[in-house]
């Protein structure tokens, strides 16, 4: 009963991994359209809705699966729960990617951004394709030490972040109210899809070792 119960959680994991390798994927042709203002790419990310929901399907099925037939006790069922709690983190983290293409669909045949931030948002970016491929990593690999590096990156995120405020506040601003917030939102997009996979990661570190990352720090 533990080996089948250890390969079930495996098969979950592993599609959750799938469900990260998407996200981060339309991530990554969600902000080449939104840099290029390439409407085929967004189509691209758009097209993909019903392939993470087929995924989040096959994860939610997994994880009944796992209650239904292995009469999980206290330890088995926080991997369960965990997986559960997975799913949605990175649902959300494949929405968050096809708003920042709505965006660049909506604003065609311009650009959406200003010449002056695309650089914070190139970097962004890169910064959630690296967020969602250590997630996927580290569901695959139960290491709770790798889990925690996500924090590591969503800082890097954060700062970007704080640093778009900055411009947008700056007197020198000329590209207008509708330039603006679509500049906060989309900075809002990126950092909510980091947030997530720093979620996924806490709940990985729960996953292995019954412990919040807090506890897991103070012991290791």
Known sequence: MRTAYHEQLDALNTILGEMCELAGSSMARATQALLQADLSVAEEVLS???????????AEEQAFA??????????????????F??????DRMGALALHVAKVARR???AKALPEEVNGYFAEMGRLAVQLATTAREVLNSQNPQDALRLQEDDDAMDDLHRHLFTVLMDREWSHGVAAA?????LGRYY???ADHAVLIG???VF?????????????S
């Open 207 to 219: 996953q292995a070792t019954g412990q919040t990352p807090e506890q897991f720090q103070e012991v």
């Open 48 to 58: 993909e809705t019903e392939k993470m929901n087929q995924l989040s399907a096959r």
């Open 107 to 109: 604003r065609h045949p």
């Open 85 to 90: 709690q997975i799913v949605a983190d990175v």
């Open 181 to 185: 917030v679509d500049v906060t939102l």
């Open 191 to 193: 950092e909510r899809f």
């Open 202 to 204: 806490r709940r990985v």
């Open 66 to 83: 796992l209650l239904a037939l292995q009469a999980p006790v206290a330890g088995d069922l926080r991997g369960i729960v965990s997986g």
